[in-house]
């Protein structure tokens, strides 16, 4: 395997919060990789760091091949060039700037990038506004792309077909899954199951040391008790009661 790119110590903060707290990460040739987390995880912002978009200071970044990045559909600006074939598989009929719908810049956009002569593409949302039948073409194009892919969706059955791997961002770090989008899902019950399992064993132990304790505790009653009585008897017995 080829490396691409690389990053270390990618940190940004946004009002006093951790929005990307990142030791290191590896994207290789071939590589079919999904970021996933919930809705402001930093995604997009982790995206515009690896592209030079947003300098995060201290960070080391390598970019050992050139990439092409598919923006979400409000950050597309539209270029002159254009691959018209791929465009009109893609489901873009008319190419007229000024009249373009939605899911017509985005189609635009991803044939650009497809086109391009690139080691790796970074693709925001690249099915939004896209039918199935243009989502189904984008599959199979990726499927055939050589270069390296880091895709951010929502779309589950794109992920499935597309990704191998699975970038978790959740409070600014980055976990590893093997596997598409339903294995990452599969792990995390497997995670959540266990994670469960330990803290009912963590309440049962607690449980018996605090049973353990408190019985402890009544056999110190009990000695303390019994030591007052026997001191009390000799006490008595001393006075001659």
Known sequence: MELI?????????????DVLDINELEVYDYDRIGLVGANGAGKSTLFKVLLGELISPGCKMNHLGELAY???????TLQEEKDFALVGKLGVEQLNIQTMSGGEETRLKIAQALSAQVHGI????PTSHLDREGIDFLIGQLKYFTGALL?????????????????ELKDGKI??????????LRQKEEERKSQAAEYEQFIAERARLER???EKRKQARKIEQKAKGSS???VLKAEGV
């Open 232 to 234: 009390k008897k000799k």
């Open 212 to 214: 353990a304790a408190e």
């Open 70 to 76: 598919i923006p979400q559909l409000d950050e597309v």
């Open 5 to 17: 790119l690389k990053a270390k110590d990618i940190r940004v903060e946004f009002k006093g919060r």
């Open 175 to 184: 976990t590893e899954y093997w596997g598409n989008y339903s294995d990452y």
């Open 151 to 167: 895709v951010i969706s929502h779309d589950r059955y794109f992920l499935d077909e597309i990704v191998d791997k699975i970038w």
């Open 122 to 125: 970074l693709a925001d949302e």
